[in-house]
């Protein structure tokens, strides 16, 4: 007899992006901020889906089925950081971020199955807008004045390399900030409102 969160589909492609994403994180030193985030983000959609298929109060279950989605777009943006820092080939990036785009959709669409009588984790439309180049992006934060001013700033910061421009010992401390700016702004966007 299965639990209930094992029979959802988009349980089951979160397990299969966790195990894909396994073998980057194991070849990756942990002195780059995004990797423990990325890590704990995989895992945080999977728990945060597994806690909501468990609650019995509605809203309790949409808002934590909201960690689980911004949990995605963090996922998406620690990506992003692994292409910038020529870590991860941006065509692999690009196909790891459609995995995680197949799970938004799901997460999104058993969102709004939750709301109505109906349980489906299909039927849901997220898309980005145009661009010039519709390869290189998948989700919508990625579409964002401020997020793309936060990665052009992370670019530059990596241009310059280790010790240029910050004291020693600082190198780190500006990675992981730079890292949560990046972060927070992809995982922001994918919250809902509450209205009341």
Not at 2 to 18: I, P
């Amino acid at each position: 007899m299965a639990f209930a969160h094992e029979k959802l589909q988009v349980y089951q492609k979160g397990l299969d992006s966790f195990a894909a994403v396994q073998p980057l994180l194991s070849s990756w030193s942990k002195e780059h901020a995004f990797v423990d985030h990325l890590s704990r983000a995989m895992e945080s959609i999977l728990f945060n889906l597994v806690e909501a298929t468990r609650l019995r109060q509605t809203p309790k279950k949409l808002l934590t089925l909201d960690y689980a989605l911004g949990s995605t777009f963090e996922c998406a943006a620690c990506l992003d950081i692994a292409v910038l820092k020529g870590l991860l080939d941006s065509a692999v990036g690009v196909e790891e971020k459609r995995r995680l785009l197949e799970i938004c959709k799901m997460l999104i669409g058993l969102r709004n199955s939750w709301m109505s009588p109906r349980v489906a984790e299909d039927g849901c439309t997220y898309a980005t807008e145009p661009l010039k180049r519709p390869d290189s992006r998948v989700f919508h934060h990625e579409t964002l004045d401020m997020y793309r001013v936060a990665i052009c700033f992370y670019r530059w910061l990596i241009s310059t390399g280790p010790g240029k421009h910050l004291a020693p010992g600082f190198d780190r401390s500006v990675d992981i900030l730079a890292t949560c700016v990046v972060l927070n702004i992809a995982e922001g966007n994918g919250r809902y409102a509450e209205l009341s």
